[in-house]
């Protein structure tokens, strides 16, 4: 019988994997902390024989060339994968002998690297599981873009190439066991659905399974968002040969020392929960949770190889936060302190605060002063599209600290999509001098709070058109007369753009714009506030609004113009 233990990495949203029988096991992309690794074989009591790498990572550093060096396991990496070290050379094809009758047979799955390697864990023959790291996902794939820009279209469509091999070549019921995609980065799309899956279920859902190759494409290069900045250090620390991690405790700092590192520019990282940072923190420091995305983020928007300091809690939450750290090379923090902040501020000094609030109080904020209320959304682009409050700032989080001098003058409400982005934020704004509120709410609560949305759900149009604003669909004629609302006004956007005004109907009224999926809708908006129109537009267009169930109509002996 064999066995395939996970090991879950959920601050960076990935999975490593411990595969083996009665007494040998090979370990599949494993994190940088490896005694989590060395214990669960012990836990095991199998030995760690094989460690085998899907692909040159990118978004962390690998465990994988010190785990073979203690083990004296072969190290299995990619035989096309540039690297400065001895190691198994792994091609299309090849097997490996795990255990008695278990084995790891090699599956070339370009895409999200050019080298990118899938391995079948088979059993007396039989393909049980397929460990895909950055291959196919759970319902998308692994980005394409982390490589070379010049690779990123044929590397995209390799990805489609490598899904549909690893679906004609894989019985339904095997596992599908990949490294990236529980959070993620490294994903091409976020939240695909689920933690568990099969070649079977991966066939009828997948978006490389389930479009064409054009489509696919298409929407995989339209839906890619930025890359971590920290990406850019992983690629050439694996490839060169991460060192030995060192987790002992950091060098102790007291409150002068903390202070002479802020006034030297270095960071001052406050790790514990944006509660307790907003009610009181040392000035100048910056929160980010170590309950939340802590290397991710930290290691996002910290300028590479700057000092950092970590204040803690305890010392529990200091020895997790550096655990989390090393696994995005960020090896020694400078100094360390634990405590409170009573402990951290120099004689004579007090904490700073600031206030925390949710939609319902930013709403009545915004109603006792017409002036001075700043809204900053530091959600990403792709969030920012699905809804926005009207008239926000939008600078998402991770471009915050080049951008601090376009935020308006006045009180900064910041938010995000739950609050813990919003307060890293905040404590960004705050440490640059800034009167910063901290929205702690989800972002569906804006919408129930009355504040103003730029882009609307079709149901909440269909309301709204009821009561008092018009329709306006900015699709072409053919479009229109193949399926409209119900008492909609045609306003095409080629029309709009070339100066065209408002149908009669729409002019002075309030104006809700709808396509066919959201897109022109968007610009329409834009177009027609400039004018200033009073103008939101429709999430997902037509296409949402006939999900929805609401009603359509057509015009006579009209053909299908989607």
Known sequence: MYFVDTIDVPGLGNRSYLAGGAHSAVVVDPPRDIDRVIAAAARRGVRITHVAETHVHNDYVTGGLELARITGAAYLVPAAARVGYERVAVADGDRTEIADGLGLRALATAGHTPHHTSYVLEESGRAVAVFTGGSLLIGTVGRPDLVEPRLTGPLARAQYDSAHRLAAELPDETAVLPTHGFGSFCSATQGAGGTATTIGRERAVNEALVKDVDTFVADLLAGLEDIPAYYAHMGPANAEGPAPVDLTPPHPADAGEIAARLAAGEWVVDLRNRVAFAEGHVAGSFNFEAEGQLATYLAWLLPWGKPVTLLAESPAQLADAQRELVRVGIDRPAA??????????????????????????????????????????????????????????????????????????????????????????????????????????????????????????????????????????????????????????????????????????????????????????????????????????????????????????????????E
């Not at 065209?500 to 968007?522: D, F, N, T, Y």
């Open 336 to 561: 360390a302190a634990t405590g409170s902040p009573a402990d951290w501020t120099p004689q004579g000094e007090r904490p700073r605060s600031f206030p925390r609030g949710t939609f319902a109080d930013l709403a009545a904020a915004e109603r006792a002063a017409r002036h001075g209320v700043v809204v900053l959304d530091v959600r990403r682009d792709s969030e920012r599209a699905a809804g926005h409050i009207r008239g926000s700032v939008h600078i998402p989080l991770h471009r915050l600290r080049d951008r601090l001098a376009e935020i308006p003058d006045g009180t900064v409400w910041v938010h995000c999509a739950g609050g813990m982005r919003a307060a890293i934020a905040a404590s960004l704004l705050d440490a640059a001098g800034r009167d910063v509120v901290a929205v702690d709410d989800g972002f569906a609560a804006a919408h129930e709070a009355g504040l103003p949305m730029a882009r609307i759900t079709a149901a909440q149009a269909h309301e709204r058109v009821g009561a008092d604003a018009v329709l306006v669909d900015v699709r072409e004629r053919d479009e229109w007369a193949a399926g409209h609302a119900p008492g909609a006004v045609l306003a095409p956007l080629s029309a709009l753009s070339s100066g065209e005004l408002l149908p009669q109907a729409a002019q002075g009224r309030p104006v809700v714009a709808i396509c066919r999926s959201g897109k022109r809708s968007r610009e329409a908006a834009a177009l027609l506030a400039a004018r200033g129109a009073d103008v939101v537009d429709v999430i997902g267009g037509m296409s949402a609004w006939a999900e929805a169930g609401l009603p359509v109509v057509a015009e006579p002996g009209a053909r299908g113009g």
